[in-house]
């Protein structure tokens, strides 16, 4: 009645049971995960039933033959992704997710394996049965792996040497990738083993590149930039900074639904709102809400528009949000970048305290004109 | 044979006439088919003549699939001639619905472009929406006497025959708003402020429900609109921007200020409250709650509901006195608020006893692991019945 098939399955099974029901106890009983277990175990619980009734596709019961059957590694790949699921369940989620996927390819693989081992009395038939089914899946997602392992290695090398280095190394790389391939292509009778030879040798000594590039860490620069946080860093005065205002955005794809439109116009600043008819001075943003304005210049000198947090941002535990993960709370402000004549850029913001406990208004001002001010008044 | 058809018919009949008499219902504040207002207006005429011709054409269909079905079922009659196509009958089949869609589509293009004008709004209130109640904050707005910013909740109050434009946001999820005797409906989306015009032709209130499912009390996120004459809503405007008055000294209510500030504070503002040394009491909801906001009390005996709407702060009888006056009386009724008489103590004193029994919320303090420790709803502060009396004593001040 049980044959290798249904014991596979009645096992799973019961795995996924098993699992339920240390879901519902230890987790959450109510979550979007017992409903996901649930139907796992109603999908196996059905395949067990399906396999059983046609009795796993014998119409009777055949002698295997042992010699067929070859060493597996897929049994041994399947306990290391079950390993890595409960892993996971208690360390991080990165490990559970890397579980089902060790578990599912090693499943497909071991079932497909001992499916086509029992395919025929020819073991090169059965291989090329494996072969068949199973190369269009394997060799995409072994390339994928590999070409992400090369890109990877070369990017370690790039930020590991300077500039004027990396743009040497970049054509040289390139050039005898184009070289080799024009080579291959040019004389397709080279043999497959010198070809495979030549890559081998290309992607090893990129590797070997990328692990020593890793070792040496970043260029001076970019380390210092990353250490100082120079990209997150918001300068938000009337100078150009030197890594904020690099490469500004001038454009919007958003344009509707924000709270305000802030233009500066003549050396004036005012504030343009859906429902008011004329431009105002005052904006209200809602409390412990993000809130996007839209900032335009029109002045001919280059501006940016700067938003005081306040002073009970300070004094409070959480740091304001902004959109781009700021770190720069400690001023108390935020800004959009320095942009030209014409430009616009947008700016959320998140108020957590209300206008009643700053010390200052709140305000939407521009480094460089003086006297202009938008109140932003938080309920 | 008889027998069940006979049955069948009966149970045709009862359910025809259940649905007839459904649809007499007098009681019925969210009905879509009575407009009170030019917007809501705009929708009805457009969706009464589709639905007669939709009715007409659905009546048509099926009468015609009726007569197919009795007229050529099998009899034993011999195969009728088979015959590929009729272009002839297909063109015109296809050319009539394509018109009446057409004619729709004209009338249904401008009603829509009519309701999202903006160019002509009167007067502004931001609408904020968060799990499971609305927030509103009518900025200022000198022309109707709004000099400093009102904070409600509950309840929208507006002025009578004026294009109101509420902008409208949420706080967490998305959330949709709808009074359908005044509009169609709006979804409120974080990040996002969304548009929805609002005029009511009379005083009154106006009832209406949160229309996207937003989670566990999504069905008792409810909302009213309240219309006052323009004379009537430059007294409630006065209203909202008195002082606080802080209760006598001596008084129970003295002390439910004291538990107030101890405990409802954390999260609920009550605009000028101050601290025994003197400092402005500054709720932080931010801290406390997922959404970042609770609502703000400031005038809470001013409206007749809490809890998102979902609880009356009047008992029945004065709340009936209120929702079925005319309309000129309407306005001083409402704005007579809640005194201790008319007060739904028995809600409020359970709400104030354990919030989450009597509204489903995810407030238990071991369940907020996915929340970074925040609520969502109110939690049940365990306060004794010595201190509800103080703070429903308190409460009561508020006005």
């Given at each position: 009645m049980f044959k290798v098939g249904s014991k596979l399955f009645l096992g799973l099974s019961g795995f996924a049971s098993f699992n339920l029901v240390a879901y519902i106890i230890f987790v959450e009983r109510l979550a979007i995960g017992g409903v996901a277990l649930s139907m796992v175990l109603a999908a196996l619980v059905g395949l067990t039933a399906i396999v059983m009734l046609i009795n796993e596709g014998d119409s009777e019961s055949q002698p295997r033959d042992n010699a067929l059957t070859g060493a597996s590694l897929w049994p041994l790949m399947t306990v290391v992704g079950l390993m890595l699921l409960v892993l996971g369940l208690v360390v991080a989620q990165i490990y559970f997710v890397l579980g089902i996927v060790v578990v599912l390819a090693a499943l497909a693989e071991w079932l497909v394996q001992a499916w086509s081992e029992s395919a025929s009395d020819d073991p090169a038939h059965n291989e090329s049965a494996r072969q068949r089914l199973l190369h269009p899946i394997e060799f995409p997602v072994i390339a994928t792996l590999g070409l992400g392992v090369v890109i990877f290695s070369f990017s370690r090398v790039m930020l590991a040497i300077s500039k004027s280095a990396g743009a040497v190394v970049f054509m040289v790389v390139a050039s005898l990738v184009l070289l080799a391939g024009s080579w291959f292509a040019l004389r397709p009778a080279l043999k497959g083993a010198l070809v495979s030879a030549i890559c081998v040798v290309g992607a090893v000594g990129i590797v070997a590149g990328g692990i020593a590039g890793a070792g040496v860490g970043l260029r001076t620069d970019l380390a210092e930039a990353a250490e100082e946080g120079h990209y997150l860093h918001r300068e938000c005065g009337v100078e150009k900074s030197k890594y904020f205002d690099k490469k500004a955005m001038k454009t919007l794809s958003l344009r509707s639904n924000v709270t305000a439109i802030i233009e500066l116009r003549n050396g004036r600043l005012s504030a343009v709102m859906v429902g008011f008819g004329e431009p105002q001075q005052r904006v209200t943003a809602s409390r412990a809400n993000p809130v996007t304005f839209i900032f335009r210049n029109f002045d001919e000198a280059e501006r940016r528009m700067v938003a005081s947090l306040g002073s009970a941002m300070a004094a409070g535990a959480a740091a304001p949000e902004t959109t781009e993960g700021d770190s720069h709370a400690e001023k108390n402000e935020t800004c959009t970048q320095l942009i030209p004549q014409g430009a616009e850029q947008a700016l959320t913001v998140k108020y957590d305290k209300p206008s009643v406990a700053q010390d200052a208004p709140l305000t939407l001002t521009v480094p460089g004109v003086a006297g202009q001010a938008i109140e932003v008044f938080v309920p | 044979m008889m027998k069940s058809r006979r049955l069948a018919l009966r149970a045709l009949a009862a359910t025809g006439a259940a649905a007839f008499l459904g649809s007499c219902a007098t009681n019925a504040p969210q009905d879509t088919w009575q407009p009170k207002g030019p917007n809501a207006k705009m929708i009805d005429d457009l969706q009464q003549p589709v639905f007669a011709v939709a009715g007409i054409i659905g009546i048509i269909v099926a009468a015609a699939v009726g007569f197919a079905i009795w007229r050529y079922k099998d009899r034993g009659q011999p195969i009728p001639e088979q015959t590929h196509g009729k272009p002839a009958l297909e063109i015109t089949l296809t050319v009539i619905p394509a018109l009446i869609l057409a004619v729709v589509g004209v009338f249904t293009f401008r009603v829509i472009f009519d309701l999202a004008r903006t160019d002509d709004t009167q007067l502004v209130i931001n609408v904020t929406g968060q799990q499971w109640w609305w927030e509103y904050d009518y900025p200022v707005q000198n022309e109707w006497g709004i000099t400093q910013p009102i904070i409600s909740s509950g309840q929208l109050v507006m002025p009578v025959g004026t294009k109101v434009l509420l902008r409208e946001t949420s706080r967490d999820v998305i959330h949709s708003y709808w009074i359908p005797a005044l509009n169609g409906k709006r979804d409120a989306v974080p990040g996002r402020v969304h548009t929805l015009r609002l005029e009511a032709d009379a005083p009154g209130i106006y009832a209406g429900q949160c229309?996207?499912?937003?989670?566990?009390?999504h069905a008792n996120m409810r909302m009213e609109a309240v219309a006052l004459s323009n004379e009537d809503f430059a007294k409630w405007v006065a209203g909202q921007q008195a002082a606080y008055q802080p209760p006598a000294e001596g008084t129970l209510a003295k002390e439910g200020e004291s538990v107030f500030l101890n405990q409802c504070v954390r999260c609920h503002q009550v605009e000028g409250l101050k601290r025994a040394d003197g400092t402005l009491a500054i709720a932080a909801p931010d801290e406390n709650v997922w959404s970042g906001a609770a609502p703000n009390l400031t005038k809470l005996m001013s409206r007749n509901t809490f809890a998102g709407a979902m609880f009356n702060l009047l008992r029945d009888a004065c709340r009936d006195d209120v929702w079925r006056a005319d309309s000129a009386e309407f306005g001083a009724k409402y704005l007579a608020g809640v005194d201790e008489t008319c007060l739904n103590v028995n809600d409020l004193r359970a709400w104030l006893r354990n919030a989450p029994e009597v509204k489903p919320m995810y407030a238990n303090p071991a369940l907020l692991a996915d929340t970074n420790g925040k609520y969502r709803g109110m939690p049940n502060l365990g306060l004794s019945e010595s201190d509800i009396d103080k703070l429903v004593a308190y409460l009561l001040t508020l006005k």
């Open positions: - | 229309t996207e499912f937003c989670g566990l009390s």
